[in-house]
């Protein structure tokens, strides 16, 4: 074991004196380990992403960057997290992960016997000692909320039904006032259909909120609203291109945090999907982040459309592509927004669209529910204006289809198939060029 060394990441505030000890006993071998320093949050995670192996990350607690994103990427690759001062910084972010913390100042002795205890060292010679397991941080086992997604092509109205779907449960006694309605779509509408005068807080600062810790339910609930309607509401991006600030599993942590929160969900998300697999980009897989991961524990999915030969093409459209997505389609509610009243003409939309999904969906289409028919009703728009929510007609049929979904309908999380998970190339682990195929090129 002579020959092993811990190689250690380094990232501090300016003229931090540890950062300047640490330095010196590693370059004056008083320790066995490599010290790599770092000037940047984003040269850290270029190299723990760079796929050589790290021992440990030695940061400084007061430093804005370190935050459970960054964490989780340095356990996912076997490193220990250690910061390094800022005592109240430290009981924050305690509960995210981090290895463990040290005082500054701190001797070598301290720092020696944090990385024995909590890390491995590169280049054991010994193959039976085991490096020790590091547990990546996740969602705390326990009761959750159930969730319902509402999406659809825009224009269809599915704000309003969505609106109307948490204003039936929330009107249900059982619920105790813990139903909540979460704009998590990238052009955001339930604050204009709300009339909400202040735009703060909402998703950025909840999402913020557990970038750094783990907030109580009594802190989830006062970042949402709740002005005269019997649902809670979680207000979404104040600008599209806002979704750029939100760190994904910061995000994961929140939407976690809101299951443990309220008895039920309805989110009004996007309907799109894309992501690395489907078109090559990790921008495009973040940016559908909200989408993505609320259909990934979605109990139902309602998706919203209007009459006619557009709206019928986008609804079978939009149930083809949830289905590739993973979402069993005994889960999908097609809700047809102003539907005509005759039942001659809703009766042949039905079968327009079984007709039409039995192609994309194959067998599966014969657990899709039959589309339900929401009407259009005269006074709708002046409802919202004054404030006064959905007619209650629509709230009650719109909620209860949701409900018998929920009842007839085992929900079973999505799991990824086997061998999707991206996998970390190890230099030299190509192969090599062969002399023929050098002779060739």
Same mark, same amino acid.
């Given at each position: ?178 139903? =909540? /309605?979460?704009?998590?779509? &990238? %052009? ?7 009339? !909400?005068?202040?735009? #703060?807080? $909402? @998703? ?84 559908? =982040? /909200?989408?993505?991961?609320? &259909? %990934? ?7 919203? !459309?209007?009459?006619? #030969?557009? $709206? @019928? ?129």
């Amino acid at each position: 074991m002579s020959g092993d060394r811990y190689v250690v990441l380094g990232l501090a505030h300016v003229r931090s004196s540890w950062f300047r000890d640490v330095s010196r006993w590693a370059t004056s071998a008083a320790m066995p380990i490599d010290f790599v320093k770092c000037v940047s949050i984003e040269e850290l995670r270029a190299r723990l992403q760079s796929g050589r192996a790290f021992s440990a990350v030695l940061a400084d607690a007061g430093l804005a960057g370190i935050d459970r994103d960054l964490i989780d990427l340095t356990r996912e690759i076997g490193a220990a997290v250690i910061l390094v001062g800022d005592g109240a910084r430290r009981g924050r972010v305690s509960e995210l992960g981090v290895s463990t913390t040290l005082a500054d100042p701190f001797d070598r002795g301290a720092l020696l016997a944090a990385l024995d205890e909590h890390a491995s060292p590169i280049g054991a010679t010994n193959p039976e000692t085991s490096a020790p397991t590091l547990t990546p941080s996740g969602p705390t086992p326990g009761w959750r909320g159930r969730v319902v997604a509402v999406t659809g092509a825009g224009g269809t109205g599915s704000s309003v039904v969505a609106m109307a779907i948490a204003q039936g449960l929330g009107s249900d006694a059982r619920a105790q006032g813990r139903v =909540l /309605l979460a704009d998590l779509a &990238l %052009d955001a509408d339930q604050a204009m259909l709300h009339d !909400a005068r202040d735009i #703060v807080p $909402g @998703i950025q600062e909840l999402v913020d909120a557990f970038r750094h810790g783990t907030p109580s339910t009594d802190d989830i609930i006062a970042l949402t609203f709740g002005d005269g309607h019997p649902y809670r509401l979680l207000l979404g991006l104040r600008r599209h291109r806002d979704w750029t600030a939100l760190r994904p599993r910061a995000w994961t942590a929140a939407l976690d945090g809101l299951r443990r929160s309220f008895t039920q969900i309805v989110a009004d998300v996007d309907p799109d999907l894309e992501g690395e697999a489907e078109c090559g980009s990790m921008d495009v897989e973040e940016r559908n =982040l /909200l989408s993505r991961s609320v &259909l %990934d524990v979605a109990e139902v999915v309602v998706v919203t !459309a209007h009459p006619g #030969v557009q $709206g @019928i093409h986008r609804l079978v459209r939009t149930l083809g592509l949830l289905e590739t997505y993973g979402v069993d389609p005994a889960r999908l509610l097609p809700v047809i927004n102003r539907a005509p009243r005759p039942g001659r003409a809703r009766a042949e939309l039905s079968h327009t669209v079984a007709t039409l999904v039995e192609p994309l969906l194959g067998s599966a289409s014969e657990r899709l529910c039959s589309p339900l028919f929401v009407p259009e009703h005269r006074r709708l728009d002046a409802s919202l204006r004054d404030g006064a929510g959905v007619p209650t007609a629509m709230a009650t049929l719109t909620a209860n289809a949701v409900s018998a979904v929920m009842d007839h309908v085992r929900y079973q999380p999505k799991t990824l198939p086997a061998g999707s998970e991206p996998v970390a190339v190890i230099p030299g682990s190509l192969g090599a060029w062969s002399t023929s195929q050098e002779a060739a090129g």
